[in-house]
């Protein structure tokens, strides 16, 4: 066989290598993101997003970053206190429960095209520019306690950062880190009673167009035959009927969020905590006030 032969060959066999690879890389590339639906999501989210938008990627994702470009886009948990400027917040997490802090910062939102790990937020015109109260650094300064009824019934005075209630140690009111669903997340701690209930003041609470924040049950006392702990949460506004709502952390892992509209103006709140079994209920809530 001539040299010429051979080198011909030896290019059909290198030819056809590089096809069937790139074929591979095309079969893998669509497992991929028919594995994971964040993928489309970002395609969809770069075709709807704008400059003044932000896209975050909470896990170590940077082909999702970069998908999303030239929306401007970030991976981790950045601070988000001022949003100031920024239109939509999109958030992309590996799981739902990694959503957590963008929860007690922010909210609820709505799964973004179903997908629950996906979300997004209306900075702008959802009033959530700024956190104008947060309940975390106002234990003894604004935020006060109290049990009522049964064995522990009194006030909850402050000492060191806390809110001391009578009775064993974890019924004082503490902020500290817990975590949900693996996700670590500093919240206020807040046992309940069986016998009796826990009260929550939220004085002189600065005019704000909404309340954020989350509550749920930590890993430590998750199980699944626990008891619900119930909430009823008013807010008393000036010149305006209270606004009053009812929550419940039931027997799920990860952080529940949710949102109370404000109009702005001065109010004061009262969150009410009750359970039937306060075994193992370590009940923690995260609350804040924005505009």
Known sequence: MSDRSTTMRDLAWLGASVLALAASF?????????????????????????????????????????????????????????????????VLAPRE????PFYARLGAAEPFHGDVRVRRWEIAAGHLSRVTWNALDALGDGVSARREG???????????????????PWNSLVAEPHHFDGVEQRCIFAHPQADGALLVDFANLPPARAL??????DDGGYHP???????????????????????????????????????????????RVTTANAGARQFCFTLLATE
């Open 212 to 217: 954020v924040g989350t509550y749920g049950i």
């Open 97 to 100: 429960s990694a959503l957590g």
């Open 26 to 90: 095309g079969v893998l590339e669509a497992a991929r993101a028919k594995g994971d639906t964040r993928r489309a999501l970002a395609r969809v989210i770069r075709r709807e997003s704008t400059a003044r938008d932000l896209v975050v990627v909470v896990d170590e994702a940077p082909e999702l970053v970069s998908m999303v470009r030239p929306t401007p886009a970030l991976w981790g948990v950045p601070p988000l206190d001022d949003l100031t400027g920024v239109q939509r917040l999109y």
């Open 225 to 271: 035959e626990g008891s619900p702990v119930d909430l009823r949460f008013e807010v008393l506004l000036e010149g305006a009927p209270p606004l009053v709502r009812t929550m419940a952390a039931t027997n799920r892992k990860g952080l529940t969020p949710f949102r109370i509209d404000l109009p702005a103006r001065p109010a004061r709140a009262t969150m």
């Open 150 to 168: 049964g064995v522990d019934n009194g006030p909850c005075p402050p000492d060191a950062g806390r809110l001391v209630c009578h009775g064993p």
